[in-house]
Nanobody
Framework: LQLVQSGGGLVQPGDSLRLSCRFSGFSVDYYAIGWFRQVGRRREGLACIDCTEGQIYINPAVKGRFTATRDSAQNTVYLQMDSLTPDDTAAYYC????????????????WGQGTQVTVSS
């Protein structure tokens, strides 16, 4: 199982970014997919596809700015992030776990390699 992330980088406040997480070795349709970000030791769940919370769940803290989508044909999931602020600066990760896993209960070993997002003027 391999998750390969792309996207991220340095952007200015108000900009948008799209992160990608491409799956290989298994179908993106058969797992719960979570997006997380981490600052230091603090990890925050941002969005989830096919988790306990629903088919697509967005953390209220970023709802309205972040969206998560799945492209089965490309075997890839995306995190679209709009109206970015410096508080969004973090390392971002995707992960796959059993369908129906709660976003705050991911215990999987299947994680993307992470990508840094820095929002600064």
């Amino acid at each position: 199982l391999q998750l390969v992330q792309s996207g991220g980088g340095l952007v200015q406040p108000g900009d948008s970014l799209r992160l990608s997480c491409r799956f290989s070795g298994f179908s993106v349709d058969y797992y719960a997919i979570g997006w997380f970000r981490q600052v230091g030791r603090r990890r925050e769940g941002l969005a989830c596809i096919d988790c306990t919370e629903g088919q697509i769940y967005i953390n209220p803290a970023v709802k309205g700015r972040f969206t998560a989508t799945r492209d089965s044909a490309q075997n890839t999931v995306y995190l679209q992030m709009d109206s970015l602020t410096p508080d969004d600066t973090a390392a971002y990760y995707c992960a796959a776990d059993f369908p129906g896993t709660p976003l705050d209960s991911f215990t999987t070993n299947s994680w993307g390699q992470g990508t840094q997002v820095t929002v600064s003027s």
